[in-house]
Every structure is written in structure tokens, then in C-alpha cells.
């Protein structure tokens, strides 16, 4: 019978201490399931791998329930055949995934990855949604399996995020590959793929893929700078094995812990049992004598017989309560020497806060004071930080000042960096999931717009009424922009349609600059349209040369300047400012860089979404979902204000409307309006 080996590589897996306290911000895992029973032998092995980007942190096992949904329903289902059952699982998994849209959580959309295979007697069927590549290595050859697949873009009511499924036989040897997308550039630039069919084809496949493991090993430099999954099966007569190896960055300390040390003392102590005493009352016969004056009593002689091994077991144990009252006695003599430590390091952190409260005096008229106070405290914040997890563990008084001293660093901090929390942001209005998913938004004059790729139809909101309405187009709108008196919306793969005086233009086409160009950001200056495709890191622009036509695309960055991939977000204003993904903003003109603005904030930025300005705004706007938090700086990189608050939760868009004088906050289902 055929049996497949599965190999599982996990490239710097997420840790789980950090996904509980929010620090992550993608989740990956794969999930294999061979037949335990004679019921589940009839539907063969299941196997998947999903991945989530932008994770929240109540969706950290996002990826296993989903899996398990699928499996359950998979092996439950009461047909034969593997591909009909594959479709009721993911039928299953559909639902649940429009269950969580409909609570109002929305923020998985786009952002999750998924594929799942099923194998039974060499039929293969398989399925996938978001970057995962699938590939079959046979006999050395490559074959990108997935291009069978006829992607349709996702349904939105009812919500369909599994589509299509493609079937196949394999042989014996054959190779089925699964790998996100990061992995998946990091393999072809490495040459990984190749290796894994030279040696797939130059031995058994099983023993090859084995023996690729080595191969990882002699990269793990290259390959701990990425994240994500590469899932090796091989078909085989052989019995079914299942290996996992992880690549990672992290290491794993050994926390110090006395239950340990005393834990083989506690171990002998049970395993003692205490002797009874041995209590022996020996009465001699008493000899009685009546002397001619009276009578006299016997006396009684009482003798205690205590055994060897009771005085052996005795000994044994004294010595054992010598040891912990010992260890004890040691212990606490460590506590009270960690206590002088820790208040060592209280009173250097309070001469810290002393030097950062001279500077703060001064830094509403001293730039450089200003600058000066923000660091110190933020070293402060930064060397509190490791008492506050473990205050659990330290004495009252220190955990009091712990205390103390972290509410007046995070004052001081919050107000040089102007961020100001706010409680309750006023909601001007709240889609329904059964009617309307929005993703994007745009404001242009009384109005906003909502939209999706995934929906044929734009939402507009009357700002002043707070009322709203569909407005069927039946084209599904990726992106838009402000162009003079309209909004430009763009329908992938390259239409732009204009709304004009309250009504939809004719679809106009772009031409494409080259072959596989990414239209991802979208934005406009004057008569001017500006592409990022952050892919490659290039940047097209395409001139109004009438009012129907749109010239050709012509490169704007400068020619040394093309291999610039760490684009994520663009917005123009005459320069081109450009959000990296290493949470800096530069600004380009004329096609070359300009500046750079490293952004000194507190808090520390993670990971920035989006950058939005324009010819009238003089600020910069950036939102960063993780933190929670929407950022204002003016165009030197200084921070003029940020606004953040618990209720924005799930923060997918903003638009500032023309004047600047209001933000609108899409959060999942909620629109939040912010006047500044």
C-alpha cells in the first residue's frame, strides 16, 4: 500500500510566550493526519499548512481550529471517495470562516494562507488559498502543480474562501512540495529547490529528502532570516514516517527553579517508611515476701528496644531536614542579597529619571533637551521593563517602586510624544457582515467610500447623516485616490474608473510596464498616476494625456535605484514619501532619495501598515494595526500627535479628509471618526 513520508521545516517559528502577549504579528503551522482507524483508511492521509499575517492576538490558534475543522468533517464524511469529502470539509471551513466575518472579524481576510492536500492509493487532491506553492518533483523534474488551480476571486456572500480543488495520480517517488512564499523566494535564491530534485532523483526520494536536511543545516545562517514553512512529502511503499526540524534565531533558557534542586531529597523522603517503634513492656514475675510488720508492692521494669535500621532511618532522616533547613537558610540569604541588587538598580534607574526630569523641564523650548529627556526615559522604560515580569517574584517594597516609577516614566513619555489615549472614539457608523465587508475606505468632500477586492460594490456614507448605501458597480475595487473634482478607483488587473459629480465614468486601461508588474500602492499628483509595484521595489507613472487616455508608463525612480524591494506603503505630495519595511520613511525626488526619517517614538514602532499625505496636508499619517494607534508627523519627521486606543482593535484603513481637519478609522465593522 502506498504510504507517504512527510517532512516538516519550520523556519523561525513564533514563540509562544510572545504570541500570548501580543509581540507577534504572523503565525504559521502545518498539520498532518494519517488514518488511525479502518474508518479513516478509507479517506486516506491529510495534510496542511496555514500561515497568518497581522495576527491579533485572539486569533493565536486561528490556523489549528481551522484545521481542525477541516480534519473532523473530512473523516466523518460518510463517502467513499476522498474528493467529495474534501469538498464537504472545506464547504465546513467556509462556513466557519463566514461565522467569524459575521462577529465582526474581518482582520484574517487577505492576510491568512492555507493549503490542504489529501492522498489516498496515490489519487492526489488538493487545494489552496493566499501564497503557498505547491510543486510535484518527478524524476528530477519540477512541475508548479498549483497553476491547475482556476483561482475566482473570493465570494463574499456567502463568504468562499476555498474554491477549487485539482486532482492527479502520483508514482512511487514522487515529491510534493508545499512552501509560503517567503520560503519560497529564500529556496530559489538559494538554489534549495533544485537540490531537493537532484537528490530526490539520484537516490530513493525518501533517502534524498532525508539527506536534504543536512543541506538546511549548512544554510541555517541564510535561512533563520526568514519565516515559514517548507512541507517535503514523499510517496512510497515504505511505512509512513513523520519528521519536523525547526530552523530559528531564538534559544531556549533554563529557568532556575529550587523545586528542582530539592526535588531528588523530596523523592528519597517518600520513598522512606518510618518504622514503628518497637515497644516491649517486660514485666518480671514479681517475687513477694510477707515480712511479720507488712506487706510490700512489686516494682515494674520497663525496657525500649530499638532496632538498627530504625537508628540508620532516624539518622538519614535528621540529615535530610539538616539539608533543607540548609538550603532554606541559603535561599534565604539569596533573597535578601537579589533585594540589595535589585534596589541597587532602583536607585541607579531614579538618578536616570533625575537627569531625564532636568531635560524634561527644559524641553518645551530646547529641542535637543526634548530629545535628550525621550531617550532617557525611554531607557528607563526599556530597563523597568524586565522587573515588571517578573514583580511577581520580587519583595513589596521593591515592586512599589517598580510600580511608581513606571507610571511617572510612561506620563513623561506620553507627553513628549504627544499620544494621547482615547477611551471611548466617537463611532459614526457600523456595517453589517450579512450586507456589506468593507476593507479599504476614501474620503472625497460630504462623503466616504467603502470597498473591497472582494465585493463587486462600493458603500457610501453620508459623513453628516451617518446614513449610507450600496452602489452597485460590478467591478471589485482594490485601491483608490484623489484626482482633481473625483476619485480614481482601480479594478484589478488595470482599469481605473473615475466618480465625477456623483457618477461612475466608463472604465478607462492602463498599460501594463512589463510583464508580472504588481499594481499595489495607488496614488496621484495633479494630472499624474504613481503604481508602487513593492515587489520588485519600482515605481511607474502614468500621465492624463486626454480626457479618456492615459499615457504610457514611464519608470520613475532612478535607474540605480530599482533593486529597492523594502517598499511597503507610498503616498505623493510632489516628492514621493515611501513607508519601508523596516518602519522608516523616505522621501524621493526627482527619482532619488532625498532623506530618511528614523522615527525616535515612543512607543517603539513594530510594524507600520500605511503612509498617507498630500500636496495640502503638511503632515505625514501612519497607521500601525499592532499598537493600535494612528501617527501625525510633519514632513521633518517630528511628532505632532498620535491618537490610540483599546477600542481600535482591528484597525484595517483611514482616510484625512481634504482640509485635515477629520481622520475616519475603519475597525473591522466600525467606522471611528477622530477631530483634530
Given at each position: ?12 517559528p ?43 492576538p485572539?486569533?493565536?490558534r ?38 467569524i466575518?459575521?462577529q ?5 481576510l ?7 492536500i489529501?492522498l ?11 501564497d ?15 497553476q ?9 456572500y456567502?463568504?468562499?474562501i ?7 495520480k502520483?508514482?512511487?517517488?514522487d ?12 529556496f ?31 544554510k541555517?545562517?541564510?535561512?533563520t ?15 509512513a514516517?513523520?519528521?519536523?526540524e525547526t ?19 523530596v ?10 517503634i ?9 517475687k513477694?515476701?510477707?515480712?511479720k ?5 512489686p516494682?515494674?521494669?520497663?525496657s ?10 532516624l ?37 536616570k529619571i ?12 530646547n ?18 521593563s524586565p522587573?515588571?515580569d ?12 517598580v510600580s511608581?516609577?513606571?507610571n ?11 499620544l ?18 468593507p ?36 467591478q ?10 473625483s ?7 488595470n ?6 459629480e456623483?457618477q ?5 486601461y ?11 500602492g ?82 517603539e ?8 499625505t ?12 499592532e ?10 519627521g517630528q ?9 481600535f482593535?482591528?484597525l484595517?484603513?483611514?482616510?484625512v479628509s ?15 471618526k477622530?477631530?483634530?
Amino acid at each position: 500500500m502506498d504510504a507517504m513520508q512527510v517532512f516538516e521545516f519550520h523556519f523561525n517559528p513564533p514563540h509562544k510566550n510572545r504570541l500570548a502577549a501580543g509581540k507577534e504579528d504572523l503565525i504559521f503551522d502545518s498539520f498532518c493526519f494519517e488514518p488511525k482507524n479502518v474508518y479513516e483508511k478509507r479517506m486516506g492521509g491529510l495534510y496542511m499548512t496555514g500561515l497568518l499575517d497581522n495576527v491579533l492576538p485572539q486569533n493565536i490558534r486561528f490556523l489549528e481550529i481551522l484545521a481542525e475543522k477541516i480534519k473532523e468533517k473530512y473523516y466523518k464524511a460518510v463517502s467513499s471517495v476522498p474528493e467529495k469529502s474534501l469538498r464537504d470539509a472545506l464547504r465546513i471551513a467556509n462556513e466557519h470562516l463566514e461565522k467569524i466575518a459575521k462577529q465582526g472579524d474581518v482582520s484574517w481576510l487577505g492576510n491568512l494562507s492555507f493549503s490542504v492536500i489529501s492522498l489516498k492509493n496515490s489519487e492526489l487532491n488538493f487545494t489552496k488559498v493566499g501564497d503557498f506553492k505547491i510543486l510535484l518533483i518527478r524524476k528530477g523534474q519540477i512541475i508548479d502543480i498549483d497553476q491547475r488551480l482556476k483561482f475566482n476571486e473570493i465570494e463574499p456572500y456567502p463568504l468562499k474562501i476555498f474554491g477549487n480543488i485539482v486532482s492527479g495520480k502520483l508514482t512511487e517517488n514522487d515529491v510534493i512540495v508545499v512552501l509560503n512564499g517567503e520560503v519560497y523566494d529564500a529556496f530559489l535564491k538559494e538554489n534549495l529547490l533544485n537540490e531537493i530534485a537532484r537528490k530526490s532523483s539520484a537516490e530513493s526520494s525518501r533517502e534524498g529528502v532525508k539527506k536534504f536536511g543536512s543541506v538546511l543545516n549548512g544554510k541555517k545562517e541564510q535561512l533563520t532570516k526568514i519565516s515559514g514553512i517548507c512541507l517535503l512529502m514523499v510517496l512510497s511503499k515504505e511505512e509512513a514516517a513523520k519528521e519536523r526540524e525547526t530552523l530559528t534565531k531564538e534559544k531556549t533558557l533554563k529557568i532556575f527553579s529550587l523545586k528542582e534542586i530539592f526535588n531528588p531529597f523530596v523523592k528519597i523522603i517518600k520513598k522512606i517508611r518510618v518504622p514503628k517503634i518497637n515497644l516491649k513492656l517486660k514485666i518480671p514475675k514479681p517475687k513477694i515476701s510477707i515480712p511479720k510488720i507488712g506487706l510490700s508492692k512489686p516494682k515494674l521494669q520497663i525496657s525500649y528496644r530499638f532496632s538498627n535500621k530504625l537508628k540508620r532511618n532516624l539518622i538519614l532522616v535528621l540529615v535530610l531536614i539538616l539539608i533543607l533547613a540548609m538550603g532554606f537558610f541559603i535561599f534565604e540569604k539569596k533573597e535578601e542579597r537579589n533585594a540589595e541588587t535589585y534596589q541597587i538598580q532602583i536607585d541607579q534607574i531614579q538618578e536616570k529619571i533625575n537627569l531625564a526630569d532636568s531635560y524634561f523641564v527644559l524641553a518645551e523650548y530646547n529641542p535637543q533637551a526634548k530629545k535628550n529627556a525621550n531617550v532617557l526615559y525611554k531607557e528607563v522604560w526599556n530597563e523597568l521593563s524586565p522587573l515588571f515580569d517578573i514583580s511577581s517574584k520580587l519583595p513589596e517594597t521593591i515592586v512599589g517602586q517598580v510600580s511608581e516609577l513606571k507610571n511617572a516614566t510612561l506620563e513623561k513619555l506620553y507627553q513628549l510624544n504627544k499620544l494621547a489615549e482615547i477611551s471611548e472614539p466617537e463611532l459614526v457608523f457600523e456595517f453589517k457582515a450579512k450586507e456589506f465587508i468593507p476593507l479599504k475606505l476614501i474620503s472625497f468632500k460630504d462623503n466616504v467610500y467603502f470597498f473591497s477586492q472582494y465585493s463587486e460594490n462600493i458603500f457610501e456614507l453620508n459623513a453628516e447623516e451617518k446614513t449610507g448605501k450600496i452602489i452597485e458597480i460590478n467591478q471589485k475595487i482594490a485601491k483608490a485616490t484623489l484626482f482633481p473634482e473625483s476619485v480614481l478607483f482601480f479594478s484589478e488587473p488595470n482599469q481605473i474608473i473615475a466618480l465625477k459629480e456623483g457618477q461612475f465614468q466608463e472604465p478607462k486601461y492602463l498599460q501594463e510596464p512589463y510583464d508580472n508588474f504588481d499594481f499595489a500602492g495607488f496614488s496621484s499628483y495633479r494630472l499624474n498616476l504613481y503604481f508602487l509595484d513593492d515587489k520588485n521595489g519600482e515605481i511607474v507613472r502614468y500621465s492624463l494625456v486626454s480626457e479618456s487616455n492615459w499615457g504610457t508608463p514611464e519608470s520613475w525612480l532612478a535607474p540605480e535605484i530599482k533593486t529597492a524591494t523594502d517598499f511597503k506603503s507610498m503616498a505623493v505630495d510632489g516628492s514621493i514619501w515611501i513607508l519601508t519595511k523596516k518602519n522608516a520613511v523616505e522621501r524621493y525626488h526627482t527619482g532619488q532619495l532625498q532623506k530618511t526619517i528614523t522615527l525616535e517614538i515612543f512607543p517603539e514602532p513594530k510594524s507600520f501598515s500605511k503612509i498617507f499625505t498630500s500636496l495640502q496636508l503638511p503632515y505625514l499619517y501612519l497607521l500601525e494595526q499592532e499598537q493600535k494607534r494612528l501617527i501625525i508627523l510633519d514632513k521633518n519627521g517630528q511628532i505632532v500627535k498620535q491618537y490610540q486606543s483599546e477600542k481600535f482593535d482591528n484597525l484595517l484603513d483611514f482616510s484625512v479628509s481634504e482640509d485635515g481637519k477629520t481622520i475616519w478609522l475603519l475597525n473591522g465593522l466600525k467606522v471611528y471618526k477622530i477631530a483634530t
